[in-house]
């Protein structure tokens, strides 16, 4: 048996519903998408739950489940896969959040929760409350793109189950995080001390007071979101046997790729919204093939055009992917396996993700030939009807990795 | 309601993928099948994931789970199928193992694995060895065809987890079993003392002694692998009040049957390769049905053709099993239930097992009509998206015998 590479393109959110202004059709069923039906027609081919039937499941819970973690047992929030996408240290127990740097006037009311959008001066300011000790817990603060950041909380008796401090909307005052069960007192109480004092030393920081004085908002508090505890995850090599690489742009899908062992391959053009590199992602995912067995492409724009509600934008972005995955299927090599699936459906009648199943291709040189077109009407006659926590095995059987259970 | 008696087909391996070879088509979908074709549209058809999707069944994991005893409980190893498969008494907690007659030199060392593919004689050898007890084990040896044979260990504190003796290849020194879990010690010691012994006495046997006298190799030591242990397993008829009967040629799948109570029907034809006698098989399974409520059949060939990775001889395999199905259908009473599927798939191209779905068929004279060809592409658009463990269940309904659960 000859062992295969594969590579598995998760397209965000592409999976749609019928559309009025489609004809009633979904944006990947009216798009022309010559080159995925071309691969469609030599694949075995359905649909794929990413969670379960009816479940609305988030980019990062439907990555993990594909991915074979069950997020039932490891997602507590996704603190700790952002702060694993901004490169910041994680160990299974720290509780990890979200944040933005925003402005709020000296009653703590928000001004602005993205500090005028700053794009400079992050780096200082979180270096400013980096390594904060209050009692026995540490904090850790990394700045992101923009005005967004993480935090992580390493110490003995620490909960993910607080609530944010972060009111979401302008005009009102900050959060205080509340313990949402008993055992996340301790973490609460602490979390606030630590806001608070980021606004007495931010408040005061150069690049604040340099921004004042050019009439920009400061980036004055820090407010965290989206707690989570970092799990214990199998690391993907020895889970699989297949040394794993990915070509991400968005940081939460980049660190739950982390924090199993699938290497990001970074490269300038991944944006993570619609100008992405689409062509320069395939092309880098087929250079890893060389050195990785098994490659993980996100394209996330599908996703932000049904989050924006978006119909023809989403048939433009897929006829973009349908040309990407043309010049895909000329440069990779023979006898790689290749899985094209959506993470889930975000449709641009609904503006957020849904449960609707999402359609699957599964190719090799030898599957059984029974696609037709890639959208979710016509996979649906095809003999594939999975979950997501399906994919890994099946591609594990394909590759010709699998383990015979019997004789 | 009528109750219906039933009959199981199963292809051994038919499953495929698309092959180069056949206009990349499966060899079951390249083949001229009109008695499978005719029947299918009469049937409810669909796919069959063996035991889960991607899992690569053996033939004796997957009949256990298609006759609804769950592999993953009852199966260790193949060593006790195998032993019933040779009408050897099993009881449970027995450890039994598939065995060789072989020919060692005075090194221990591997000269024919097979003992010059002995035929005659072996009954003798085994009646040398068997009923030997080493401190509380007894130790239990039956032939088989040809060099083959099976051990059967009882006592207490044994255990399956002990490697193999048999070094799978020749010009090596033969293999001391290893204890793969602390707990499997005294098996491993025990069992290694027995195949010393095996030696000692085999190679003054006056059988090995006739041989050496004509130039063949003696079967001067047994040598054992595939360790398991006896499992308890529900009775069939207690389980699914029907009388089970079966027509198969294979030793393991017969002693699969043997354990759960489903009588082996022989016959001579029934040889398990190429040549079986697929009419005469039907033609005993039709003359079961008189006496008996369910019988298997199961026909080894297409198995066979995948393993040799010859997808024209599987077609012509698959051709042939379309002519006796054709016979069978002429000579089956009236509103017996047919189901024909296959245990797993063993593509031509691979060679060995895989987790590919197997098409599966099942008849009655009011089963919904929604087949048109039996293959893997025509069938994925049925009804039928099961799983090995569903078919006992869906085989109970249909042949009007399960019990209805609520008012």
Tied chains: 1, 2.
Excluded at 23 to 40: M, Q, R
Excluded at 282 to 300: E, G, Q, T
Excluded at 319 to 346: F, Q, R
Excluded at 379 to 400: D, F, P
């Amino acid at each position: 048996m000859q062992i295969r590479k594969s590579i598995l393109v998760i397209l965000d959110g592409a999976g749609d519903r019928a559309n009025e202004k489609l004809a009633y059709k979904t944006p990947l069923e009216y798009a022309s998408t010559p080159n995925l039906d071309s691969i469609a027609k030599k694949s075995m081919v359905g649909l794929m739950d990413p969670i379960a039937p009816g479940i609305r499941a988030g980019s990062d819970t439907s990555h993990l489940n594909i991915l074979g973690y069950d997020p039932y047992e490891v997602y507590t929030g996704r603190g700790p896969f952002e702060a694993a996408g901004l490169d910041m240290d994680l160990k299974p127990g720290d509780i990890a959040f979200r944040c933005n740097f925003s402005t709020v006037d000296e009653n703590l009311v928000v001004l602005d929760r993205r500090a005028g959008r700053i794009k400079e001066g992050t780096r200082e300011l979180a270096e400013a409350l980096n390594r904060m000790k209050i009692e026995d817990v540490e904090f850790f603060v990394k700045e992101g793109v923009e005005h967004r950041a993480a935090l992580v909380m390493r110490g003995p008796g620490l909960s993910p189950f607080v609530s944010d401090v972060d009111p979401h909307e302008k005009g009102v005052k900050i959060h205080e995080a509340k313990p949402l069960k008993e055992v996340a007192q301790k973490t609460a109480r602490l979390l606030n001390l630590f806001v608070k004092k980021s606004y007495e030393i931010l408040k005061e920081h150069p690049v604040n007071k340099r921004r004042e004085a050019e009439g920009k908002l400061p980036a004055n508090i820090l407010l965290p979101r989206g707690a989570g505890m970092a799990p214990h995850l199998e690391n993907f090599q020895k889970k699989y046997g297949m040394k794993g690489a990915c070509v991400v742009g968005t940081p939460l899908i980049r660190g739950i790729c982390k924090m199993v062992g699938i290497e990001p391959i970074d490269f300038s053009g991944a944006t993570g919204s619609y100008d992405t590199d689409m062509r320069g992602k395939f092309d880098h995912a087929v250079k890893a093939l060389r050195s990785y067995d098994f490659v993980l492409v996100n394209i996330k724009a599908p996703d932000i055009a049904g989050h924006d509600m978006l119909p023809q934008k989403k048939v433009v972005v897929m006829e973009k992917i349908d040309d990407a995955v043309g010049h895909l299927l000329e440069i990779i090599p023979e006898d790689v396996v290749v899985i094209i699936t959506a993470d889930h459906s975000t449709p641009c009648t609904v503006g957020d993700h849904t449960g609707d199943p999402v359609p699957i291709l599964i190719y090799a040189a030898d599957t059984r030939r029974e696609g037709e077109e890639f959208n979710e009407i016509s996979c649906a006659k095809g003999s594939l009807r999975i979950r997501g926590k399906e994919v890994m095995r099946i591609l594990l059987n394909i590759t010709n990795r699998a383990e015979k259970f019997g004789a």
